[in-house]
Every structure is written in C-alpha cells, then in structure tokens.
C-alpha cells in the first residue's frame, strides 16, 4: 500500500508542479496569447461537453485506434521477417532506412491523392508514421534471440510456426513493446496533423478552429485534452505492459537480487 502511495506522489509530483508554475505565471496576464491558466479551466467545461467529446473526441480515437492498429500488425509481421532472414534483411533495409527518413507528415499531401480527405486518409497517415518504429525494434529484438535458446529450440525439433511463438515473438518482445510505445506517442502527433488537413471533426480539427477564430481560450482546452489524452493511453499502455512482460520484470527483478 505504502509502495503503492509512493509511486502515486511521484507520478503526479511533477505535473503538480509544471501546473502551479504554469498558474503563478500567468495570473494577471493580459497577453491576448497567453490567457491565464484560470480563464482557460472556467473555459474548459463550457467548451468540452458531451456533444463535442463525441463530434470530436471520439472520431479522433478511432482514428488513432485504427492506424495504429495496423501499423502493429504490419510493423511486427514485416519486423519479424526481416529480422530472422538475413537475404531479405541485406535487400530491403536500404529501402527501410530510405522510408523512414521520410518524414510522415510530408505524406499527407501525397496520400491525400490516393486515399481522398476521408478518414482512410488520416488512418493512412497514422499508420505510415507509426509501422517504423515497430518494424525496427521487432527486427532488432528478434535479431538479439539468444543465440543457446535458439539453439537448444533446434536441437529439440521446435522449429516453424512453434519456434517463432514460443522461442522468437517472447524473446523479442520487450523490443516490441519499446517500439509500440514510440508508436503511439508519434501516433497522437500524426492524428492531429492529419486532421489540420481537409477535416470536419477531430481534435486537430477543432483546435485549428478555435485559433482561426481567435477563441484562444477555447484552443488552450483542446491542447489540455489533447495532452490529458496521451496521458491515459500512456497508462493504459503500461498496465498491458506490465501484464505482457511480467514475466520479463519479474527474471530482471529476480537477477538483480542474486548475488
């Protein structure tokens, strides 16, 4: 319980400050762009109620739920093979590394020709910055297996199909977990790019919005949701984790307390 107490403060130590500075700064402030905090949290529930966090909130979840989605399935699946045959990593890495260094937001432009300015549009775009990491880290992780477990699986006949989920996926999944996290921070990002383009709902949309029409109060509380957003899906991101590397914990924890 106390243990439990403690990591509580510590997570909300920090943000309790960053919000205290942020209101001691900016009370009397009479700078048009830079409302007080106060202004901007009277403002927040008159702007942010039911009918918009589903016009609004809502689109924008799913969105974000459905690319990166998919650039899980994609970024594990092709990780997967790239990191465990050397022919097919040799060809297509220079490719990989070219594509990467495109920068995703320079896309929308381009998938906007080919996938419209729908919502597969802003799915598109979410994906195609999102699969990079996963694909990375996966190729990595399964890269790193350890060379006697590999081997101890071979000598035993688990190989295919068993060998990848009992010897490869479990080995390699701290690194895919470290590229689903980048995933979906750059995610967020992606989402309210994408929806600064050609959009009629969303958080990017709504925030632009809100600038455009000077209502710069209203625009501070769609960045606050949009801030308050990353923290719950951080969340909920590490308790899965947790729950899918418990063991991987639990073998770290156990090495660390032997002599």
């Not at 609004?56 to 990191?83: F, I, M, N, Q």
């Not at 996290?181 to 925030?207: H, N």
């Not at 949701?225 to 156990?254: C, D, N, P, T």
Request: glycine letters at 8%; one cysteine or more.
């Amino acid at each position: 319980m106390r243990r439990a107490l403690a990591r509580l403060l510590l997570v909300l130590a920090l943000p309790a400050v960053l919000v205290t500075v942020w209101w001691v700064t900016s009370e009397g402030s009479t700078n048009v762009y830079w409302p007080p905090l106060r202004t901007i949290l009277r403002t927040f529930p008159e702007v942010w109620t039911g009918e918009r966090l589903r016009t609004d909130l809502l689109p924008s979840v799913l969105r974000l739920a459905a690319g990166y989605a998919a650039a899980a399935v994609v970024g594990v699946v092709l990780g997967t093979v790239v990191g465990t045959h050397r022919r097919v990593r040799a060809v297509c890495e220079p490719v990989l590394e070219f594509l990467r260094a495109v920068p995703p937001p320079v896309l929308v432009p381009v998938v906007m020709l080919f996938a419209g300015i729908g919502d597969t549009m802003k799915v598109v775009v979410i994906a195609s910055g999102c699969v990079w990491p996963v694909l990375l880290n996966t190729a990595e992780g399964v890269r790193a297996v350890d060379p006697v477990t590999a081997e101890t699986a071979r000598s035993y006949g688990i190989t295919g199909m068993p060998r990848l989920r009992h010897v490869v996926l479990p080995s390699a999944s701290p690194q895919i977990l470290t590229g689903l996290r980048q995933a979906l921070s750059l995610g967020i990002i992606l989402m309210v790019i994408s929806e600064m383009f050609a959009a009629s709902s969303g958080l990017g949309f709504t925030i632009v919005q809100f600038q455009r029409g000077f209502a710069l109060p209203d625009m501070w509380t769609g960045i606050l949701v949009l801030g308050l957003l990353g923290f719950v899906l951080s969340l909920l991101f590490q308790a899965v984790e947790r729950r899918v590397l418990g063991w991987y914990h639990g073998l770290r924890a156990s090495s660390r307390r032997s002599p």
